[in-house]
């Protein structure tokens, strides 16, 4: 299966600063997903990124927010802006195989304070 | 909208017991279904998954789950669980015949006693 490395595995960040998380395929992939994971809670899908094209979010989440960027088939990164303590969560970058499912990164666990 | 139930938030068992995590889901199409761990700190890693065909699915270290379209469930089990299994656990479900982006359940939560 695919192997997803995503940069930085933690941070802690300043209350009104960005934060920009990285997400490398080793295959070429056509969708890849950037998932949050706040505190205690399931993972919620914020939004789907294909190459060449603008991103898609999901309900409640939006660009200004999240901007995500998708230069190729194998690397897509999603900012953070703006943070406050809310933003607090684990950032989970994914990745479609056909037949296979989802593969997912480790994570970026961040921390606004 | 597909929906997951994992009813249990917390489930405790005792190294070598049988083990079964309980999913419901709510959706009218067939649909795909996969069970993820997380370790702590860990990213998710996908344990099965359903898409079609035999309803019972066998995974990696040792899990299975079955799918029952009657009861709309697809439960993980283990017949003996070891103190490594003690994770995170989500049942999530996808849309067939577009795209299939796995919705989550909340998540159940592993102890293992020794």
């Known amino acids: 299966s695919a192997v997803i490395s995503q940069k930085p595995s933690r941070d802690i960040c300043q209350r009104g600063t960005s934060l920009t998380i990285q997400c490398q395929v080793d295959?070429?992939?056509?969708?890849m997903f950037w998932y949050r994971q706040q505190p205690g809670q399931s993972l919620t899908l914020i939004a789907t990124?294909?190459?060449?094209?603008?991103?898609?979010?999901e309900s409640g989440f939006v660009i200004d927010k999240f901007p995500i960027s998708r230069p190729n088939l194998t690397f897509s990164t999603l900012t953070v802006s703006n943070m406050s303590p809310e933003d607090s969560s684990i950032y989970l970058c994914?990745?479609?195989?056909?037949?296979?499912?989802?593969?997912f990164g480790s994570g970026t666990r961040l921390t606004v304070v | 909208a597909q929906s997951v139930t994992q009813p249990d938030i917390h489930i405790t068992v005792s190294e070598g017991a049988s083990l079964e995590l309980r999913c419901n889901y709510s959706?009218?199409?067939?649909?795909?279904l996969f069970w993820y761990v997380q370790s702590p700190g860990q990213g998710l890693q996908l344990l099965l998954k359903?898409?079609?065909?035999?309803?019972l699915v066998q995974g990696i270290k040792g899990f299975e789950a079955e799918f029952k379209r009657s009861q709309s469930s697809f439960n993980l089990r283990k017949p003996s669980v070891h103190w490594s299994d003690a994770a995170e656990y989500f049942c999530?479900?996808?849309?067939?015949?577009?795209?299939?982006?796995?919705?989550f359940g909340r998540g159940t939560s592993l102890i293992v006693h020794p």
């Open positions: 994914s990745v479609e195989e056909q037949g296979s499912g989802y593969t």
């Open positions: 295959s070429q992939v056509t969708m």
């Open positions: 990124a294909n190459q060449g094209s603008e991103a898609t979010y």
């Open positions: 959706y009218g199409a067939t649909p795909y």
């Open positions: 359903y898409f079609s065909g035999d309803t």
């Open positions: 999530a479900v996808g849309e067939e015949g577009g795209s299939y982006i796995p919705t």
